[in-house]
């Protein structure tokens, strides 16, 4: 029903900041826990950070933390995600998906994901 696109992804050189976007289709992501995750090649699918749907509390992983931080936008039905202080670590492929329940560190709770948008810091 609820169907995500991410966008912003790009170059950056290490220290530099990006904006990714997560827009909704189909229904308000108010309703909805959005998280964020990252996937470098040859490793794991890992969360860096949510929002929750009943207070828009967030929930940023030890990675992240200080850096990223998270801002709904009703009037376009999305969810950014602000990065600052990027190092050559943080590069990846991001995803935004949701859940219709808390904050959740399990990848089987959301119901729909976005197609990702590549982050590359490198100098």
């Known amino acids: 029903q609820v169907q995500l696109v991410e966008s912003g992804g790009g170059s950056v050189q290490p220290g530099g900041s990006l904006r990714l976007s997560c827009v909704g289709t189909g229904r308000s992501l108010r309703f909805y826990a959005v998280g964020w995750f990252r996937q470098a090649p040859g490793k794991e699918r890992e969360i860096i950070t949510c929002i929750s749907s009943s207070d828009d509390s967030e929930f940023p992983s030890d990675s992240v933390k200080g850096r990223f931080t998270l801002a709904r936008d009703e009037a376009t039905n999305a969810v950014y995600l602000d990065m600052s202080r990027l190092k050559p670590e943080d590069t990846a492929k991001y995803y935004c998906?949701?859940?219709?329940?808390?904050?959740?560190?399990?990848?089987?709770?959301?119901?729909?994901w976005g197609p990702g948008t590549q982050v590359t810091v490198s100098s």
């Open positions: 998906a949701i859940e219709f329940g808390p904050c959740s560190d399990d990848l089987s709770d959301y119901e729909s």
